[in-house]
């Protein structure tokens, strides 16, 4: 499966480079996606953020070198792209518990975090509901935050948003330029390092020096029906949508904007229903 061999060559890629630079346009070019939409099915896949995870390997393989006692803790923490000596020790106590000075004894207890690698493993059927669309470009009218993947699994960057956006009325506010009885989510601008937009908003025409706006293309869109409590239910749609839809669909995520449809109503309630819409492309043949 071409997915599978692309996110096998990103960790390969990650692995030939623990010790040097490592390059988000090469990570967006080996997986032929962008960078924040790569970052995003690496987090759904494996739980942890790509950066933690190359933090990880590195900070494992600075572990193995520093036990050998060959190098020096300045040497070491050049090699893996730390500033100072300072910040590396300080990073590599929070992994290891110990100081890179105390590695370099004997009979110290040291973390490894060993390389990932992707593989298929066959699970039971899981019913998903979609629906194929085909819609003219539109527009959205919003307020935004610039983040990444990262940010939003440590600091819940985006509920926070959410909460910040119907706290100050400007939920309220927006609703008003739409006849739509729904408000999106959307992820948009994504960049090679894993930042990405991310607007909520409401489809207008209109204009606001309150908010911005931003045009969806015209696309083909694969709708996924989400019906239970946020935001599990729809964290575990797009789970879904990277693991099972995708690979195995014959379609691949269009380079441009997805989104969350939510529709007005108790998001809490087990019979909620919102939508998840990503534009979709056919496989391109290897």
């Known amino acids: 499966m071409d997915w599978l061999v692309r996110m096998n060559a990103v960790l390969d890629y990650i692995e030939d480079n623990l010790a040097g630079d490592i390059d988000?346009?090469?990570?967006?070019?080996?997986?032929?996606?962008?960078?924040?939409?790569?970052?995003?099915?690496?987090?759904?896949?494996?739980?942890?953020?790509?950066?933690?995870?190359?933090?990880?390997?590195?900070?494992?393989s600075a572990a193995i070198l520093l036990s050998k006692g060959n190098c020096s803790v300045i040497d070491v923490s050049l090699m893996y792209g730390y500033e100072s000596p300072d910040s590396f020790s300080y990073a590599f106590k929070k992994l290891h518990g110990v100081t890179p000075l105390q590695a370099k004894n004997q009979g110290v207890v040291l973390k490894s975090y060993s390389k990932l690698s992707f593989q298929v493993h066959?699970?039971?059927?899981?019913e998903m509901?979609?629906?194929?669309?085909?819609?003219?470009?539109?527009?959205?009218?919003?307020?935004k935050i610039v983040t990444s993947q990262e940010e939003n699994m440590k600091k819940n960057a985006i509920p926070k948003f959410w909460d910040k956006v119907n706290a100050d009325g400007s939920a309220e506010k927006m609703c008003t330029f739409s006849k739509e009885q729904s408000v999106l989510g959307?992820?948009?601008?994504?960049?090679?390092?894993?930042?990405?937009?991310?607007?909520?908003?409401?489809?207008?025409?209109?204009?606001?020096?309150?908010?911005?706006?931003?045009?969806?293309?015209?696309?083909?869109?694969?709708?996924?029906?989400?019906?239970?409590?946020?935001?599990?239910?729809?964290?575990?749609v797009w789970n879904d949508i990277f693991q099972n839809f995708l690979p195995t669909s014959g379609y691949e995520h269009a380079p441009m904007a997805d989104f969350e449809?939510?529709?007005?109503?108790?998001?809490?309630?087990?019979?909620?229903?919102?939508?998840?819409?990503?534009?979709?492309v056919p496989k391109k043949n290897k």
Request: aromatic share 14%; net charge positive; charged share 25%.
């Open 261 to 280: 449809l939510y529709t007005y109503g108790d998001v809490k309630s087990p019979d909620y229903k919102s939508e998840v819409w990503i534009p979709i």
């Open 24 to 60: 988000y346009d090469v990570i967006a070019k080996v997986s032929l996606s962008s960078g924040d939409l790569f970052q995003r099915m690496f987090s759904n896949f494996t739980g942890i953020s790509l950066s933690e995870y190359i933090r990880r390997r590195r900070l494992s």
């Open 186 to 236: 959307v992820c948009y601008d994504g960049k090679p390092d894993g930042t990405f937009s991310y607007m909520i908003g409401v489809v207008s025409d209109k204009t606001s020096p309150d908010f911005e706006v931003i045009t969806i293309p015209s696309a083909k869109w694969a709708v996924f029906e989400c019906i239970g409590p946020m935001p599990k239910s729809i964290q575990k």
């Open 129 to 143: 509901k979609y629906r194929i669309v085909e819609k003219e470009a539109f527009k959205v009218i919003g307020s």
């Open 122 to 126: 066959m699970k039971g059927g899981n």
